[in-house]
């Protein structure tokens, strides 16, 4: 049986997953825009507000802690449609008026180009382990993992994933079960023995032997929390492409705790 090591230990009920740790209110709005192939500059603003604020519904009964700032562009999205949507007076002069979404729009670009540099970094590091691994076996050793095309999934194409999940769920033939209570760490552990079972595992596949929403969505923050303590990886070949889960070697520098805060600190000390 895989064992979670001696000082993992779980505060679950004091603790909310940190949606910080994977993205913020910019990348979601980044995501919309490139799961509907739109020109950012003419966000459909109507459609964007709709499939946000559904997000942070689906967020919030997680129990994932939902920083101010993701409530802050819930009410900036839900301002610039109402500005969009009023018919503006025929005499104001057309001159003057601005595109509500013209500062959105702005601060998407600037968020835009740094997440692009920071991933050309990434890319050209990638880039420079995979020629190593290309000129001989030993240096091949050396160089450890091979290059991946494959990219890692972003939250927010987890959480679509995970509405997959609860709409299928509800299709099933309903049969009624005592509803099993399974503390987070228990299905962090048997999660890690059902992927040492196998090379790679689709996400939707880790979720057949759930039988009511509870064990749906605790099986999701326990594959959250693997992700953060560095357990597993998810990865994808495209935005649309099926989500695959790897388990992966524990690194050194990975979290040890459930209560550990940002700066290495246990939580469940102060």
């Not at 209110?25 to 003419?42: A, G, M, N, S």
């Not at 003057?96 to 692009?116: I, N, T, W, Y």
């Not at 790897?246 to 000390?269: F, H, I, L, W």
Request: charged share 30%; with cysteine; net charge negative.
């Amino acid at each position: 049986m895989i064992e979670i090591p001696s000082d993992f230990d779980s505060i679950l009920p004091e603790y909310p997953v940190k949606v910080a740790t994977f993205e913020g209110p910019l990348d979601l709005l980044l995501h919309l825009i490139r799961k509907h192939e739109v020109d950012i500059y003419e966000i459909p603003i109507v459609l964007v507000t709709k499939q946000y604020l559904e997000y942070l519904d689906l967020m919030q009964e997680l129990d994932l802690d939902v920083a101010g700032e993701f409530l802050v562009m819930a009410a900036t999205l839900i301002h610039i449609k109402a500005r969009m949507l009023v018919p503006r007076l025929e005499q104001e002069d057309e001159a003057v008026g601005e595109d509500p979404r013209a500062e959105l729009v702005s601060r998407l670009l600037e968020h835009q180009k740094f997440k692009a540099a920071a991933e050309l970094l990434h890319d050209r590091e990638t880039l420079r382990s995979a020629q190593w691994t290309r000129a001989d076996e030993r240096l091949s050793e050396l160089a450890g993992e091979p290059f991946e095309r494959d990219i890692e999934v972003d939250l927010f194409s987890l959480l679509k994933a995970f509405q997959t999940v609860l709409v299928r769920s509800r299709e099933r033939p309903t049969v009624t079960l005592p509803e099993k209570n399974v503390p987070l760490e228990m299905r962090i552990e048997q999660l890690l023995e059902r992927l040492s079972e196998t090379e790679v595992c689709g996400f939707e596949d880790l979720f057949t032997d759930a039988s009511s929403r509870r064990e749906l969505i605790t099986t999701f923050l326990a594959l959250l929390e693997m992700i953060r303590l560095k357990l597993i990886r998810v990865l994808q070949s495209g935005l649309f492409s099926p989500i695959l889960v790897y388990k992966q070697a524990r690194s050194v520098d990975a979290p040890t705790s459930m209560g550990d805060d940002k700066d290495g600190n246990d939580r469940s000390e102060t």
